[in-house]
């Protein structure tokens, strides 16, 4: 699974217990009440940084309809979690700079008493 989702391919599996990839861990799926599997991953420089998971309770035949909603998903999942983190960045550089600025503002102020 792993070696699929490193290669920037989905991962697509309709029954777990009949996949080869999957039968061996079959039981564990359906504990999880995963029945099929359809997974998505996100590369960045090469590297597997994010996926979305869909599953079904029991066996299912995801179609490529199926497969481009789910990377639609992804996309825009993946475009406002890189929005939050640039957000969160600025935040932190503007919180320093409103720090830096009041202490030097407020040395100012000392300085002319």
Known sequence: ML??????????????ANDPRTRDFAGRYQALGIGSILIVPVLKDGRL?????????????WTVED???????LDRTWVALENAATQQRLKIE???????LNHMAGSVHAGRR
């Open 3 to 16: 070696r699929t989702l490193a290669t920037g391919k989905e991962f697509v599996c309709d029954d777990v």
């Open 49 to 61: 940084v994010f996926n979305i998971n869909v599953t079904k309770r029991h066996a299912y035949s």
């Open 67 to 73: 497969v481009r909603a789910a990377k639609d998903v």
């Open 94 to 100: 503007t919180d320093k700079s409103d720090y830096i």
